[in-house]
């Protein structure tokens, strides 16, 4: 199984609204991340996480809130979104997070803010 | 964090034809994925190539890297629609990828 599954995969919602995306691997990854990507920009790194622990966060608002329940399994709540936050939103998974290994990419939950 | 450059930034191309995309930094890659992605959905790592001067094949793509580690090519024989995407390279660097801007490519039937 060399798959990372997101879930939804769309997403619309108010800017008042609470929601979570989910992202999933079996292929025993233990370095998880989320990336946002704008319409015709190339995906920006948000979150890194490395062996469940959170090891990077490059200054995202607090209103994006990651969370690593097990090695498998990675989350990113949203609370308080702004319309600018609309975009497609990609977990990737790699065997750990050195940057030696490939980095497989999820389809993307696309969210939209209204 | 080094900037990679790619070009050309947009591609229109007749089915059959052939092309050529690039992707330079001014510094030495220690290693350069490239990645293919389709509207709404996630990048697809291609190839990653690690030595100076490597050449990789994937079917109808062939793949370089400069001998100084600073550059690298992607060339598409006979382009078909399903080549149609973004094609992003990457510097896989320590906890992160380091994409380039990608180049749009159309391929027309």
């Known amino acids: 199984d060399t798959e990372v599954t997101q879930t939804p995969k769309h997403l619309v919602m108010g800017m008042t609204n609470k929601k979570s995306l989910k992202c999933e691997q079996h292929?025993?990854?233990?370095?998880m991340y989320w990336y946002k990507q704008k319409a015709k920009k190339p995906p920006e790194l948000m979150f890194v996480?490395?062996?469940?622990?959170?090891?990077i966060n490059e200054s995202v608002p607090s209103r994006f809130s990651p969370e690593c329940p097990n090695s498998s399994l990675l989350n990113l709540h949203l609370h308080a979104l702004q319309p600018e936050d609309s975009a497609l939103y990609l977990c990737?998974?790699?065997?750990?997070?050195?940057?030696?290994?490939?980095?497989?990419f999820g389809p993307g939950t696309r969210l939209t803010v209204l | 964090t080094q900037l990679l450059e790619q070009s050309p930034q947009f591609l229109s191309i007749q089915e059959g034809e052939n092309l050529t995309v690039y992707c330079n930094s001014s510094s030495v890659f220690s290693s350069l994925q490239w990645y293919r992605q389709e509207p709404g959905e996630g990048p697809v790592l291609l190839v990653t190539v690690v030595t100076g001067g490597e050449v990789k094949k994937l079917k109808r793509l062939t793949f370089q890297f400069g001998d100084a580690r600073k550059d690298s090519s992607l060339h598409i024989t006979a382009a078909q629609p399903g080549d149609t995407g973004l094609y992003l390279c990457?510097?896989?660097?320590?906890?992160?990828?380091?994409f380039g801007k990608g180049t749009k490519l159309s391929v027309i039937p």
């Open positions: 990457a510097e896989a660097g320590s906890y992160q990828l380091t």
């Open positions: 292929m025993g990854h233990r370095a």
């Open positions: 996480y490395s062996y469940e622990k959170l090891s």
């Open positions: 990737a998974s790699s065997q750990d997070s050195s940057g030696i290994y490939e980095q497989f």
